[in-house]
């Protein structure tokens, strides 16, 4: 079946270093990608999406390119800030019709200043 | 994006009450709506698939009679923790499905005495 793999957290980055959080997926079909943030005692928040080979989702300085070829979906931001320290949740969409994600294991990200 | 309300964001019960939780679509009518538990440091487990005006949808190995959920309208899903013990204890979030997207709500801290 459908799944999303993370890289292992928790990742521990100074102020203003460049992150990478992998994430690779296996699926049947074409999925849908998303990317999103949980910060503590919230619920979840989309970060960025893309929806077919090839596109790059990006927001907040963070970004993602939908690779089908590495089946890969990493998330890059260039500059992190202490306000970054979150958790990230890679996830695939079932395009079958249920709308059902697969989620990865998130990633804790902690930024220091 | 979808904004996601839910209600309460902590409750603390005692062994063998019901408990309620309501989660709202605020900006747009949703025929599908997802509930999540989420453990301490880790991933969402996806518990039952909400749908306007028909039975929920559960996930093997949930009780669907005990945890009930009612979806009587396009913009309030509930739901209840029946006869709830300590193990019932977590983290319950909701999302709503616009296309192929979903957005969360924040979530909601149960606590069993």
């Known amino acids: 079946g459908d799944s999303v793999t993370q890289m292992e957290g928790p990742v521990t980055l100074s102020e203003e270093a460049f992150l990478t959080i992998n994430c690779t997926y296996t699926?049947?079909?074409?999925?849908?990608l998303f990317w999103y943030v949980q910060y503590p005692g919230e619920g979840l928040q989309l970060l960025l999406k893309?929806?077919?080979?090839?596109d790059k989702g990006s927001n907040k300085g963070f970004e993602a390119t939908y690779r089908k070829e590495t089946t890969s979906f990493h998330l890059e931001k260039g500059s992190v800030q202490v306000s970054d320290s979150a958790v990230y949740f890679c996830?695939?969409?079932?395009?079958?019709?249920?709308?059902?994600?697969?989620f990865g294991t998130g990633t804790r990200l902690k930024v220091l200043a | 994006g979808a904004v996601v309300s839910q209600h309460p964001s902590r409750v603390i019960c005692k062994s063998g009450t019901s408990v309620k939780i309501e989660c709202r679509s605020l900006?747009?009518?949703?025929?599908?709506m997802f509930w999540y538990r989420q453990f301490p440091k880790q991933s969402l487990m996806l518990m039952a698939t909400?749908?306007?005006?028909?039975?929920?949808?559960?996930e093997q190995g949930v009780e669907k009679d005990k945890f009930l959920i009612n979806h009587a309208s396009l913009t309030l899903s509930t739901l209840t923790v029946t006869s709830a013990h300590p193990e019932d204890s977590s983290f319950y979030i909701c999302?709503?499905?616009?296309?192929?997207?979903?957005?969360f709500g924040p979530g909601t801290r149960l606590t069993v005495l």
């Open positions: 699926a049947t079909g074409y999925p849908s």
């Open positions: 996830a695939l969409s079932d395009r079958g019709g249920t709308y059902k994600y697969i």
């Open positions: 909400s749908n306007e005006g028909s039975k929920a949808t559960y």
């Open positions: 893309a929806t077919k080979a090839d």
């Open positions: 999302s709503v499905t616009f296309t192929d997207t979903q957005y």
């Open positions: 900006d747009f009518q949703a025929t599908t």
